[in-house]
C-alpha cells in the first residue's frame, strides 16, 4: 500500500517568507500522478498542482510543483495572507487514492 | 464549470447505513475522461478516499472500507451515491464528492462538492 509522508507538520512562516512543503512517497510512483491540494477551514480542498507542475485554473504563478520518484515539493515563493492554509499532496496508484495527512502553513 | 453539491441525513444511527447523493450540474456526469470519487475527513483531521465509479459503472473502493461501501451511479439523474454499512462513531465526518480528472497521464480531483456532516449517533 502506497504511503505519503508529509512534512513538516505544521510551517510557521511570515507573510513574505518561502515557503517550501514535502511529500514523500513510501515507492517509486509517477510524478503524472501527483498533485497538491490547499485547503481552508470549512472548505473544500481546491486544486493546485499536478502532474507534478502544472498549476491548477486560476492559481497564482506564487505556486510552483516538482519532483519525482519519491521526493516531491510544493514552493510557495513569497507567502500572501491568503496562502496560510493546509496542503495536502494525492497520489494515484493501482486504482487508488491516496492523500498524504498534510502540512499547515501557519502565520508565525 | 461542473459543480457537484451533496445530500441526505446529517445524523444517523450506529450500525445502520450512511445514504448520500451527490449531484452534478453544469455538465453532464457521462462526458469525459473522469471518474468520480467520494471522499470524507473527521474533524481536525486529514482526507481519507472512499472510492470512485466510471461513468461506466465500474468501481474501486479504499481497502480499509471495502467491506462497507456501495458507489453507485445514475446517469439519468446525473448523480452518484455512496452507501455505508454498520457505522460507527469513527465514521462521524465531512463527506465529500469529487471528480478525478484522468487523461493525458494525469490523475488529480478539479472538482469538489462543499461537503456534508455526517454524524453517527444514537
Known amino acids: 500500500e502506497l504511503v505519503l509522508t508529509q512534512s513538516p507538520g505544521t510551517l510557521s512562516l511570515s507573510p513574505g517568507e518561502r515557503a517550501t512543503l514535502s511529500c514523500r512517497a513510501s515507492?517509486?510512483?509517477?510524478?503524472?500522478?501527483l498533485a497538491w491540494y490547499q485547503q481552508k477551514p470549512g472548505q473544500a480542498p481546491r486544486l493546485l498542482v499536478y502532474?507534478?507542475?502544472t498549476r491548477g485554473p486560476g492559481v497564482p504563478d506564487r505556486f510552483s510543483g516538482g519532483g519525482s520518484g519519491t521526493d516531491f515539493t510544493l514552493t510557495i515563493s513569497r507567502l500572501e495572507p491568503e496562502d496560510f492554509a493546509v496542503y495536502y499532496c494525492q497520489q494515484y496508484d493501482n486504482s487508488q487514492w491516496t492523500f498524504g495527512r498534510g502540512t499547515k502553513v501557519e502565520i508565525k | 464549470q461542473v459543480q457537484l453539491r451533496e445530500s441526505g441525513p446529517g445524523l444517523v444511527k450506529p450500525s445502520q447505513t450512511l445514504s448520500l447523493t451527490c449531484t452534478v450540474s453544469?455538465?453532464?456526469?457521462?462526458?469525459?475522461?473522469?471518474?468520480w470519487s467520494w471522499i470524507r475527513q473527521p474533524a481536525g483531521k486529514g482526507l481519507e478516499w472512499i472510492g470512485h465509479?466510471?461513468?461506466?459503472?465500474?468501481?474501486n473502493y479504499s481497502p480499509s472500507l471495502k467491506s462497507r461501501v456501495t458507489i453507485s451511479i445514475d446517469t439519468s439523474k446525473n448523480q452518484f451515491s455512496l452507501k455505508l454499512s454498520s457505522v460507527t462513531a469513527a465514521d462521524t465526518a465531512v463527506y465529500y464528492c469529487?471528480?478525478?480528472?484522468?487523461?493525458?497521464?494525469?490523475?488529480?480531483?478539479?472538482?469538489w462538492g462543499q461537503g456534508t456532516l455526517v454524524t453517527v449517533s444514537s
Open positions: 515507492q517509486s510512483v509517477s510524478s503524472s500522478y
Open positions: 502532474g507534478p507542475s
Open positions: 465509479i466510471s461513468t461506466s459503472g465500474s468501481t
Open positions: 453544469s455538465g453532464s456526469i457521462s462526458s469525459g475522461s473522469y471518474y
Open positions: 469529487a471528480r478525478n480528472y484522468y487523461g493525458s497521464g494525469m490523475y488529480y480531483f478539479d472538482s
